[in-house]
């Protein structure tokens, strides 16, 4: 049983658009957040992570949002380009924590 | 910059045949991971090390075991290869504390 939910599968947005990918986590012990990106062939990379004494956090066009109390974070691509197509995951890990738990992973499409 | 290397990119193997997966990381980091990444199921941890000569369970560990001799070596091996362990396999490494866990660019394993 996936431990992080994660919604959309995929998803096809314009250039210049705002993908957003959502995820969903039930243990409270939960307190780093990080996303990771893929591109094809390649193995994911740290994209941006975000703690929950924070509801947002940014970098570049990439824009972390957190609600403790719903237990959910999300995902969005401010101004997206067709570099940015690739596969996001949702992590989550406890502070005491070797291990991520991983979200299903969403494929974004951006059209030129 | 980190590195984390994957022996083989693309692996064909046999119905019951042993297989090594060879995974070095050149960060002197103390953790080490393996994930098998399916479509739709996101990454799943197989097994993790900790330190040299130690080694978890993941959430699927059942006909994989590991090895971690040194440092800044990590295998995964299949006992006895079964088709459904046709997948993508990913090691990842990070340094002990609040760090982000590297990821090498995947072995493909096709097991015939």
């Known amino acids: 049983q996936q431990q992080v939910k994660q919604s959309p599968q995929s998803l096809i947005v314009q250039k210049g658009g705002i993908p957003i990918i959502n995820c969903a986590y039930e243990?409270?012990?939960?307190?780093?957040f990080p996303w990771y990106q893929q591109f094809p062939g390649k193995g994911p990379a740290l994209l941006i992570a975000?703690?929950?004494?924070?509801s947002e956090k940014k970098e570049g066009r990439f824009t972390i949002s957190f609600n403790k109390s719903a237990k959910q974070f999300s995902l969005h691509i401010m101004d997206s380009q067709p570099g940015d197509s690739a596969t996001y995951f949702c992590?989550?890990?406890?502070?005491?924590?070797?291990?991520?738990?991983f979200g299903a992973g969403t494929t974004v499409t951006v059209r030129a | 910059d980190v590195k984390v290397t994957q022996s083989s990119r693309y692996l064909v193997k046999r119905t019951g045949e042993k297989v090594f997966l060879e995974c070095v990381q050149d960060?002197?980091?103390?953790?080490m991971f393996w994930y098998r990444q399916d479509p739709g199921l996101g990454l799943r941890l197989i097994y993790f090390s900790y330190d040299v000569k130690m080694k978890e369970k993941g959430d699927i560990p059942e006909g994989y075991s590991v090895s971690r001799e040194k440092k800044e070596r990590f295998s995964l091996i299949l006992e006895s290869a079964s088709t459904n362990q046709t997948s993508m396999y990913l090691c990842?490494?990070?340094?002990?504390?609040?760090?982000?866990?590297?990821f090498g660019d995947g072995t493909r394993l096709s097991i015939l």
């Open positions: 960060m002197d980091h103390e953790n």
């Open positions: 975000i703690r929950p004494d924070v």
């Open positions: 992590a989550a890990r406890g502070s005491n924590d070797y291990k991520l738990s």
């Open positions: 990842a490494s990070r340094r002990t504390g609040d760090q982000p866990q590297h």
């Open positions: 243990n409270t012990a939960f307190d780093y």
